[in-house]
């Protein structure tokens, strides 16, 4: 499973409003202004999730259709965990760092891990049959798409849904790694079906956390803006990858 960046509840709509109140923006900004670049900024982070999403794509498929690199990674388990290291490394490095860097280089990490998650995820076409991936990909972007719409338009405050969402993680990637050793069908089951309800509830979350978050920084379009929605574009593109992989696990179709 993949690493989920460490952002949650109040702690991501206080990074978004210490932007605002550092650079003198958010309630101060013209309302024409402010929703142009709240406008933008959205956009952004759902470009920047969607080409993430492809880099990964076409990564892992090209992996997968080179037969000396699949045996250079799979072959040897030094070497996919040293990858597997490297990924959780990124993910923690641009969540930690954001502050101190610039974004030109934030951006180039969520480029470098989106790459490196491919390599690992090119398994998948190996596993599965390309007709499973493909409409497994579908229903994933739809059931994503509909989740999103549920954050962003939806009146309730979800915030206070961080922390059990966060627990709930937690609980999944610990039981995750005792099935190891367990080998437990039925707990592997429980797990995907959890799985697919937890990543569901973390897009409608990250959806709404996201738009408070650059309703609050957003008076205009800079470096420091676009670096909370590359924060946000990051924390959907995980969600959708994890959706995908539990999602996978029902309706893919092993090869011969």
Known sequence: MNNYNNYQGSDYQQYGQAYGQQYGYGTQ???VVM???FAV?????????TLALAVTGLTAYGVASSPSLIEMIYSSQAVFWILAIVEIGLVIGLSAAI????????????????????????????????????LTFFITAGAFAGMAAVGYFIKKDLSGMGKFLLFALIGIIIASVVNIFMKSSGLEFAISIIGV????????????????MLMQAGGEVNE?????????????????????????????KMRD
């Open 41 to 49: 900024l959205m956009r952004k982070v759902y470009v920047w999730m």
């Open 197 to 212: 309800l937890l990543f569901a509830g973390l897009t409608a979350y990250d959806s709404q956390k996201i738009k408070v």
């Open 224 to 252: 420091m803006t676009q670096k909370i929605a590359l924060m946000g574009a990051l924390s959907l593109y995980l969600d959708f990858i994890n959706l995908f992989l539990y999602l996978l696990r029902f309706l893919g």
């Open 29 to 31: 900004a013209d309302p």
């Open 99 to 134: 502050n101190k860097m610039s974004f030109s280089t934030a951006a180039i990490m969520f480029v470098v891990y989106s790459v490196v998650n491919g390599v690992t995820m090119s398994f998948i076409f190996l596993a599965y049959t390309m007709s499973s991936i493909a």
């Open 35 to 37: 929703n142009s670049a």
